[in-house]
């Protein structure tokens, strides 16, 4: 099983420029999200989509953009790329269903902007 | 609004020795609280969890924690580490009165666990 795959993971940007992070789960999840974890910030929700075509903003959104296509992709947009963006990001996943509080996790993607 | 103080944020351990890790919690209302661990360069994943009963709580690879209301804590331990608990570790808080869907969750800023050989 695939579980939640993100790609890339590394990547270097220059200030402005643009890229996408990806994040797919093989797994039907209604839900997902991304997360971004600094050094002594602990995780911080950047936006999180509770199905296709539904997305909606969490903590730290501003300077993303999300959108949620397919059940199975959400990808994270950087339009203008700011050194306070340098930080390690994780796509995260569930069922609508499950109550239980069990997020499944990406490996990260870490980005550095220069 | 709920919010998670996870009260030390590196904690170094002899192998075999007994750890503690703190968490406390803020919430006007009941919660559900978790414990992740993140080893290096993964993804967190799930230790264990409180969601009602027993206010001891076990979970993988030889952790437990106590829910303590009164005291509003879900403190972490493992009687004897091993080289291979070196991890980080997040408290996560959610309000269990949130829909199913869209329920978030709040994590803490994380304590790393170092076990010295």
């Known amino acids: 099983n695939a579980g939640v795959t993100q790609t890339p993971k590394f990547q270097v940007l220059k200030t402005g420029q643009s890229m996408t992070l990806q994040c797919a789960q093989d797994m039907n999840h209604e839900y997902m999200s991304w997360y971004r974890q600094d050094p002594g910030m602990g995780l911080r929700l950047i936006h999180y989509?509770?199905?296709?075509?539904?997305?909606d903003q969490g903590e730290v959104p501003n300077g993303y953009n999300v959108s949620r296509s397919t059940t199975e992709d959400f990808p994270l947009r950087l339009l203008s790329a700011a050194p306070s963006q340098t930080s390690v990001y994780f796509c995260?996943?569930?069922?609508?269903?499950?109550?239980?509080?069990?997020?499944?996790f990406g490996e990260g993607s870490r980005l550095t902007v220069l | 609004a709920q919010s998670v103080t996870q009260l030390d944020s590196q904690v170094p351990v002899f192998e075999e020795a007994p750890v503690e890790l703190r968490c406390n919690y803020s919430?006007?209302?009941?919660?559900?609280l978790f414990w992740y661990v993140q080893y290096p360069n993964q993804g967190l994943q799930l230790l264990l969890k409180y969601l009602s009963g027993s206010t001891l709580v076990k979970g993988i690879n030889g952790f437990e924690a106590e829910f303590n209301k009164s005291q509003t804590s879900f403190h972490l331990r493992k009687p004897s580490v091993h080289i291979s608990d070196t991890a980080e570790y997040f408290c996560a808080v959610r309000n269990p009165y949130s829909g199913a869907g869209s329920y978030q969750l709040t994590f803490g800023k994380g304590t790393k666990l170092s076990v010295i050989p």
């Open positions: 919430s006007s209302v009941s919660v559900y």
């Open positions: 995260a996943s569930r069922p609508s269903s499950l109550n239980t509080g069990e997020l499944f």
């Open positions: 989509s509770v199905g296709a075509g539904i997305t």
